[in-house]
């Protein structure tokens, strides 16, 4: 293999974590009219590399070109995530006796089983356009 070919490779392999490690989550359109709406952003941050509040600003930008203002802000809760971790210990004991030919084990399983609820949130944006935005 080339080194073309392995850095084409390497890069690939960049891309795919970094879009695995912010997530499939993106802004997008709760409702909207032609004077308004509420846009909806995984959380209310504006950094590198999802820059959520600036793409939610674009979006309000398309539809209400001549300016808006904003309504309401608040983080809400969409769904719930339930996650269950199940543990399993497996032991064994050897009681034979010393002297003994046959073979006596114990063996033991003790199941731990934990389920977990997370409330899934984003941050919604309400806002009317000022004036006639058509």
């Known amino acids: ?24 989550a993106s802004p997008h359109w709760v409702m909207r009219d032609g004077n308004g709406g509420v846009v909806a952003i995984p959380e209310n941050s504006n950094h590198w590399p999802t820059y959520y509040r600036q793409q939610a600003d674009e979006m309000i930008k398309q539809v209400c070109p001549k300016g808006y203002a904003i309504d309401r802000e608040e983080e809400v809760v ?3 995530t339930v996650t269950t971790q199940r ?8 009681l034979t006796p010393k002297k003994s030919a046959d073979q006596l084990k114990l063996v033991t399983h003790t199941t731990t089983e934990t389920t977990s ?3 899934v949130k984003e ?8 004036g006639d935005n058509h």
């Open 1 to 24: 293999m080339d080194r073309l070919s392995k850095l084409r490779i390497l890069g690939s392999v960049g891309l795919f974590a970094l879009a695995s490690a912010c997530g499939c």
């Open 117 to 119: 609820t997370r409330n």
């Open 87 to 94: 543990d399993t210990d497996n032991h064994a004991y050897d």
């Open 78 to 80: 969409v769904g719930q």
């Open 123 to 130: 941050y919604q944006i309400a806002f009317h356009g000022n």
